[in-house]
């Protein structure tokens, strides 16, 4: 099962909604990633986790709150987001973030819109 | 310092041409990984293949081929015989051991649009 599952597909917040973008995995991956992708540029990436364990913010505004409850789950909890946080949102996974080898494999992705 | 470079932003073939799309990257790293991914517009990114730094054998895979040269810096994608399901962004990315923790280092994509 090469799979990474996210939902929901679409989300529509205002920006005083609380949400969360739930991403699974069953490959046996250690290595999750979160990355926010706007129309016509490449995935930017937010947060990694490796092991379980917070390894990069790479300094995401604290609005954007994720969590990794174990090895096959990642979440990204949403709260006061702005009308420029609208994008596509993304979540990959990788056996390990230690080696530059692995590839990582991506979900369909959750198209959010910011009100 | 990491980078890949795309210079085609959007190319349009009719069906059954044969089309290339160009990479070309940077990094002063002596063991690194280069990537291909296909992303329709459904949305996901869809993993194509992975080459290291020291196989620099070209691939072939179905329609699919990859010509990767170090003397050039190039990991260049060629479609043959395209069709209209190859349409979507097709991003080129680097890995290095001397990046963070395995990131990727993406080119800005090229659209690929295949007219029936």
């Known amino acids: 099962d090469t799979e990474v599952t996210q939902t929901p597909k679409h989300l529509v917040m205002g920006m005083t909604n609380k949400k969360s973008l739930k991403c699974e995995q069953h490959m046996g991956h250690r290595a999750m990633y979160w990355y926010k992708q706007k129309a016509k540029k490449p995935p930017e990436l937010m947060f990694v986790?490796?092991?379980?364990?917070?390894?990069i913010n790479e300094s995401v505004p604290s609005r954007f709150s994720p969590e990794c409850p174990n090895s096959s789950l990642l979440n990204l909890h949403l709260h006061a987001l702005q009308p420029e946080d609208s994008a596509l949102y993304l979540c990959?996974?990788?056996?390990?973030?230690?080696?530059?080898?692995?590839?990582?494999?991506f979900g369909p992705g959750t198209r959010l819109t910011v009100l | 310092a990491q980078k890949v470079t795309q210079a085609q932003t959007e190319i349009s073939v009719v069906e059954k041409e044969d089309v290339t799309l160009d990479c070309v990257y940077e990094t002063r790293d002596t063991t690194y990984y280069l990537f291909w991914y296909k992303q329709p517009p459904s949305g996901e990114l869809v993993f194509l293949i992975r080459?290291?730094?020291?196989?620099?054998q070209n691939e072939i895979s179905g329609r699919y081929s990859w010509n990767f040269q170090k003397s050039t810096s190039s990991f260049n994608f060629t479609i043959t015989a395209s069709q209209v399901v190859d349409s979507a962004v097709y991003f080129c990315a680097l890995s290095g051991r001397g990046s963070t923790l395995g990131r990727l280092y993406f080119g800005r994509g090229t659209q690929l649009t295949v007219w029936p």
């Open positions: 986790y490796s092991y379980e364990k917070l390894s």
């Open positions: 990959a996974s990788s056996q390990e973030t230690s080696s530059s080898y692995n590839e990582q494999f």
């Open positions: 080459r290291n730094s020291f196989d620099e």
